[in-house]
């Protein structure tokens, strides 16, 4: 077995004690939804239902800070307010509570949500950047028209080509 | 020969260029057998009207020796007083029989016809009388003004009639000896390249003074029919005088007189002083040893040699055999048992060990040279300088560079390498280490050291070509484009290089041999505008070639030159990319073609070369360097943060998708609390 330098024993140190922190985290949300189901079963039976999209992102969103799955979660969580308030309008019992979550528009409406979201969460990006990417092209095409006039002007053509 | 008429031509006659402003040549009146061996023509006075003047017509690449002309010529003539010797008077540029450009160098003319045309047995007392004294008269003022005359033989000595003294002829127009025959010359002398024989001293005029008092007392040139290569090795063979006597008997006064002056060793020969006084001369007796013989012959390629002095002649003329000989130790050898002269033969050794022993680095060429030309001195100490098969004085270096640059012979390319790798080693330097004190007989001009710098010089500022004008301050310009020009001197070459330039357009008007002549001829300054010629082959910058042109016009030739102008004009991009300023060079165009058309060349290098405008192009262009850094770092900047742009966007688009929910989730959680 090769023999652990200082190094790797700085490193895994270093890493130790963000797992923990990780660890820590996920037992208190555990606690968290534990202590949902026993004191609040309807309810969560029908978050079960309804943001069972939102935990599966979390479970599989795999970037620091999870964003995807932080946004599918707001989607679902804000599509979630009123068939919740509708639970408890209704006296928070157990068969209201399975009558909901087995409504297909309220379901359905749910995880559309958690869709657009995630859809969201995809786009943006992708907006955002071709957006700064015109922006980039623009500042080139101006630098290279002025870098072309200064060139002609001076006679710097043979001495310095554009970069690129 | 008639003499020359004594009448200036008639006003009617064309006018003709003047050399010195003062002296025209008539190319239509030849004057046969007067110039020395030279074409001469009756030479007017057109300032003073002195009669009796003859114009030479000068070798392009064989000089008019300065020293002479100096001396005896010029303002110097009037008071110069030798009335036995052909003068010369002034030096400079005519049209020839040609049509194109020659050198003339006015002189003097004979008074008669020479010697030579009428040849015939002279009495002792004629020869006497009017032969020796006047000649060594002539050859005593020469002495005490530090020249020599080379020049004497039965062709180039005249006289008015019979009865009349003899006068010398013109010997100024070559370098010194250049056209003798070896009969006339000393064996050490004639064996040398023509152009390389040198001033030498005044004892080698003596010898030739001897011939021809032999030639006159014979009535007819000794050993006429054999070749120069032949006479040489007889005199060395036998001595002169018993080589040029030969059977014939001779009168016991002139044949004491004969043996003095026709000594092998110039120190042995009487001085012209003691020749004005022939009884004197002829019992001035100096013993002079003969060389010993040996007893059997050694024999170095196709010569037989029977004593050092033939053997030195025979190593000198044939490098290959001299030097497979002395390497073998047969030389050491013959010199030890043949001659028996030991110690000669342990000098030669040790030489030739020590030295054959230690090549010099990548140099074998060299090392050869010299190894022969270390043994030719040790054989015989009277012997020129000999390198690689090439003979000569070391102060006949400078003309036979001037020969090397005719082009017109094809074995001057080798001659020349030759001469270059004998400057490059200093050989003149090693040689004069061995002759001890006769070096300063004959030393060369300039000092071996300076010549190799002058060799190695960069560019066109060095090299061979300008050590011929360096040490030739005569030569004319010898660039391929001014072949029907004569110019001799800077005030010449402007003018020449315009009417060149009007006749072809030129590439460059200032090529190699001009930029070489220039070099040598002018002032520091128009060196180093020379030297900015650079060292790399092919054709120079015309901005280069415009500042020497500028330079010169400014020096030498103020009137406009409208031909180099139009070559200007043609170049005018190029020149004006000096600037790097695109509006600057467009500004100035219409004003550098504008000067360019009237011929003002100085005037258009000082608008080029002006400091305010290329020190503000010089700022203008370093900002705007700067600026085009700084854009080229702000597009690399651009090119080089795409994976960065990518992931701000995603962060950014994130953030986005995360604001749109949180917004959706906390206003439906305000309308659910508000019912």
């Given at each position: 077995m090769a023999k652990r330098t200082p190094t790797t024993r700085a490193v895994s140190g270093a890493a130790a004690p963000q797992g923990g922190k990780a660890s820590a985290i996920g037992w208190m949300q555990g606690l968290a939804c534990g202590g949902l189901v026993?004191?609040?079963?309807?309810?969560?039976?029908?978050?079960?239902?309804?943001?069972?999209?939102?935990?599966?992102?979390?479970?599989?969103?795999?970037?620091?800070?999870?964003?995807?799955?932080?946004?599918?979660?707001?989607?679902?969580?804000?599509?979630?307010?009123?068939?919740?308030?509708?639970?408890?309008?209704?006296?928070?019992?157990?068969?209201?509570?399975i009558v909901l979550a087995t409504d297909p528009d309220i379901v359905g409406t749910a995880w559309a949500a958690a869709a657009a979201g995630w859809l969201l969460a995809e786009l943006t990006p992708l907006a955002v950047r071709i957006v700064l990417e015109a922006i980039s092209r623009a500042q080139a095409t101006r630098l290279l028209a002025a870098r072309a006039a200064l060139a002609e002007e001076w006679g710097l053509d043979k001495k310095a080509a554009p970069p690129g | 020969m008639a003499k020359p008429p004594t009448t200036v031509p008639s006003a009617a006659s064309p006018p003709a260029r003047l050399i010195d402003g003062q002296f025209s040549v008539d190319i239509t009146r030849p004057i046969p057998g007067a110039g020395g061996g030279l074409p001469a023509f009756v030479a007017v006075d057109r300032g003073e009207g002195r009669t009796g003047l003859m114009a030479v017509q000068v070798r392009r690449y064989l000089p008019v020796r300065p020293l002479a002309l100096q001396t005896l010529g010029g303002p110097a003539f009037a008071r110069n007083g030798i009335?036995?010797?052909?003068?010369?008077?002034?030096?400079?540029?005519?049209?020839?029989?040609?049509?194109?450009?020659?050198?003339?160098?006015?002189?003097?003319?004979?008074?008669?016809?020479?010697?030579?045309?009428?040849?015939?047995?002279?009495?002792?007392?004629?020869?006497?009388?009017?032969?020796?004294?006047?000649?060594?008269?002539?050859?005593?003022?020469?002495?005490?003004?530090?020249?020599?005359?080379?020049?004497?033989?039965?062709?180039?000595?005249?006289?008015?009639?019979?009865?009349?003294?003899?006068?010398?002829?013109?010997?100024?127009?070559?370098?010194?000896?250049?056209?003798?025959?070896?009969?006339?010359?000393?064996?050490?002398?004639?064996?040398?390249?023509?152009?390389?024989?040198?001033?030498?001293?005044?004892?080698?005029?003596?010898?030739?003074?001897?011939?021809?008092?032999?030639?006159?007392?014979?009535?007819?040139v000794p050993l006429a029919g054999l070749s120069e290569l032949e006479i040489t090795r007889q005199k060395l063979d036998l001595g002169s005088l018993a080589a040029l006597v030969g059977d014939h008997r001779l009168g016991s006064f002139l044949a004491d007189l004969l043996r003095g002056m026709l000594a092998e060793d110039p120190d042995h020969r009487p001085p012209p002083a003691l020749l004005l006084d022939p009884a004197a001369a002829r019992s001035r007796r100096t013993a002079a040893r003969p060389p010993s013989r040996a007893p059997r012959p050694i024999q170095i390629g196709d010569m037989v040699c029977w004593h050092p002095r033939t053997l030195a002649h025979a190593v000198a003329t044939q490098p290959e055999p001299g030097l497979e000989v002395l390497r073998t130790g047969v030389v050491g050898q013959w010199l030890r048992r043949g001659l028996g002269d030991g110690p000669l033969a342990v000098h030669l050794e040790e030489q030739i060990r020590i030295r054959g022993a230690m090549p010099l680095p990548d140099a074998p060429i060299e090392t050869e040279a010299m190894l022969l030309m270390r043994a030719v001195a040790i054989l015989d100490p009277l012997a020129p300088m000999c390198w690689d098969g090439l003979n000569l004085w070391p102060d006949g270096l400078g003309t036979l560079i001037a020969a090397c640059q005719d082009p017109a012979v094809p074995a001057n390319v080798d001659l020349a390498g030759r001469v270059a790798r004998m400057i490059s080693a200093e050989g003149q330097t090693a040689w004069a280490s061995h002759r001890g004190d006769r070096t300063d007989a004959r030393s060369p001009r300039m000092d071996a050291r300076q010549l190799h710098t002058l060799l190695y010089l960069p560019g066109p500022g060095g090299g061979l070509a300008r050590l011929a004008y360096q040490l030739n301050p005569l030569l004319p310009?010898?660039?391929?484009?001014?072949?029907?020009?004569?110019?001799?001197?800077?005030?010449?070459?402007?003018?020449?290089?315009?009417?060149?330039?009007?006749?072809?357009?030129?590439?460059?008007?200032?090529?190699?041999?001009?930029?070489?002549?220039?070099?040598?001829?002018?002032?520091?300054?128009?060196?180093?505008?020379?030297?900015?010629?650079?060292?790399?082959?092919?054709?120079?910058?015309?901005?280069?070639?415009?500042?020497l042109l500028a330079r010169l016009q400014a020096r030498y030739h103020p009137r406009p030159l409208p031909a180099l102008g139009a070559w200007v004009a043609d170049g005018a991009d190029q020149l004006l990319s000096v600037f790097q300023s695109r509006p600057r060079r467009i500004k100035l165009r219409p004003k550098l073609l504008e000067l360019a058309s009237t011929g003002q060349l100085t005037a258009l290098l000082t608008m080029l070369d002006d400091a305010d405008t290329k020190r503000n192009d010089d700022r203008d262009v370093q900002r705007a360097a700067r600026d085009l850094a700084l854009i080229d770092s702000v597009l690399v900047r651009i090119g080089r943060d795409g994976p960065a742009r990518a992931?701000?966007?995603?962060?950014?688009?994130?953030?986005?998708?995360?604001?749109?929910?949180?917004?959706a989730l906390a206003t439906l959680l305000m309308v659910a609390a508000l019912g």
């Open positions: 026993a004191v609040l079963p309807p309810t969560a039976l029908l978050l079960g239902a309804l943001l069972g999209p939102a935990l599966a992102a979390l479970f599989l969103d795999r970037q620091p800070g999870k964003p995807v799955a932080r946004s599918v979660l707001l989607f679902a969580l804000a599509a979630s307010v009123r068939p919740i308030r509708m639970l408890w309008v209704a006296g928070h019992t157990m068969a209201t509570s | 009335e036995e010797l052909l003068s010369p008077l002034a030096y400079g540029a005519a049209p020839a029989p040609g049509g194109e450009e020659a050198g003339f160098l006015i002189c003097e003319a004979p008074p008669g016809p020479a010697l030579s045309v009428s040849l015939r047995p002279w009495a002792e007392t004629e020869l006497l009388t009017l032969v020796l004294r006047p000649a060594a008269r002539a050859l005593d003022q020469l002495a005490l003004r530090g020249l020599t005359h080379r020049g004497i033989r039965v062709d180039n000595v005249f006289r008015a009639g019979v009865g009349h003294p003899v006068v010398l002829g013109c010997a100024w127009a070559t370098p010194p000896a250049a056209l003798q025959p070896a009969i006339a010359e000393p064996p050490y002398v004639a064996m040398c390249h023509p152009a390389a024989r040198g001033d030498g001293t005044i004892a080698d005029d003596v010898y030739a003074l001897g011939v021809l008092l032999l030639t006159l007392a014979l009535g007819r310009c010898t660039s391929p484009g001014l072949d029907s020009r004569w110019v001799a001197q800077l005030a010449e070459l402007l003018p020449a290089l315009d009417a060149a330039a009007r006749r072809e357009r030129p590439v460059e008007p200032v090529g190699p041999a001009v930029a070489g002549f220039v070099a040598a001829r002018g002032d520091r300054g128009l060196e180093a505008a020379v030297a900015q010629f650079g060292n790399t082959p092919g054709p120079v910058g015309p901005m280069a070639q415009l500042r992931e701000q966007a995603r962060r950014i688009g994130q953030e986005v998708a995360a604001g749109i929910g949180l917004t």
